[in-house]
């Protein structure tokens, strides 16, 4: 595999940012494009980038991501989650490189009582699920070298995600209501770029096999609900003197989405520990990481 640049898309979101991050410490040559360079609502901008950059290696991030809003933008959240998606992989298959793309827990219902697995059949219950699954289809189907990553509950220390929402509420409000039948595994974006750049650094050391293609799940270790999760970010929080609210525990039913979210979406993720030899940390390290960095800027932006 060339040591040409590495192409990285949504680079102004959470993974994007922290891919562009880990190819920086690592002293790996990327190119890294936000929406305003690289848009898939704006097919030749695809095309443009990717001969600017002339990149040996693709690492997907960018995609809709916003669950409810996929309801009634229907057409926008398949631009993002299928139809760009398919211009890079048919771009790599030209090019004869890699395509790691980032897919999500959300294509399965969370209905099989037990951690997924690759081969399990998906069944989205929502439009932002169904894009995802069908980006997934049109990737594979491609001729590309591709790398499909399924993950899930991503959070970082910038960006709006659910752990920042719970610190900005947990300063306002004494009590929180969190979802508590709903289970799944928080991951760090920090977490999920390594791993994805562990990859690329080992394809590039042993080459590509025809086994590396197709699907892998891609979490932090261990699972949780969103009120476990809620809780954990207190714990970590309250250490760093942050107020500690209580976290009251409901139901799915308690707090209606536009958008049925799976019950039980943990991913079983031995497959890729399996090919790759990678396994991310586990979810409770990670937040207690990620927390922590998050409270370092706040409190930098606070003084500055």
């Not at 949504?10 to 891919?19: D, F, I």
């Not at 001969?51 to 960018?62: D, G, K, R």
């Not at 509950?153 to 969190?178: C, D, H, Y």
């Not at 562990?198 to 080459?207: E, H």
Request: hydrophobic share 45%; with cysteine; glycine share 8%.
């Amino acid at each position: 595999m060339a040591d040409g640049p590495i192409l990285i898309t949504g680079a102004t979101g959470q993974l994007g940012a922290a891919l562009a991050a880990g190819a920086a410490t690592a002293g790996l040559p990327y190119a890294a494009f936000n929406r305003s360079a690289l848009d898939f609502d704006r097919p030749e901008t695809i095309e443009r980038c990717f001969a600017a950059a002339e990149p040996s290696i693709v690492l997907n991030a960018a995609a809709w991501t916003a669950v409810d809003a996929a309801e009634s933008n229907v057409e926008a959240a398949y631009r993002a989650n299928r139809d760009g998606p398919a211009i890079l992989a048919a771009l790599c298959a030209r090019a004869e490189i890699l395509l790691i793309h980032v897919s999500t827990d959300y294509v399965f219902d969370g209905s099989k009582g037990a951690p997924y697995v690759e081969t399990d059949a998906v069944a989205p219950l929502g439009m932002y699920g169904a894009s995802k699954e069908a980006g997934e289809r049109a990737v594979l189907e491609s001729d590309a070298r591709a790398i499909i990553l399924r993950t899930a509950w991503v959070f970082s220390a910038g960006g709006r995600n659910f752990a920042r929402t719970m610190i900005e509420a947990g300063r306002k409000r004494p009590q929180l209501r969190v979802v508590a039948d709903q289970r799944g595994t928080p991951t760090a974006a920090v977490d999920l770029a390594a791993a994805m750049l562990q990859i690329v650094a080992t394809l590039r050391q042993r080459g590509w096999h025809h086994t590396d293609r197709g699907i892998f799940h891609a979490t932090n270790t261990g699972a949780t609900t969103w009120h476990g999760f809620a809780e954990q970010i207190f714990e970590v929080a309250g250490e760093l003197g942050e107020a500690h609210p209580e976290i009251l525990p409901i139901t799915t039913a308690d707090w209606p989405t536009p958008v049925r979210r799976p019950a039980d979406s943990r991913l079983d993720c031995g497959k890729l520990a399996r090919q790759f030899g990678v396994t991310l940390p586990d979810w409770r390290d990670a937040t207690h990481r990620v927390i922590t960095s998050m409270l370092a800027i706040h409190s930098l932006r606070k003084t500055a």
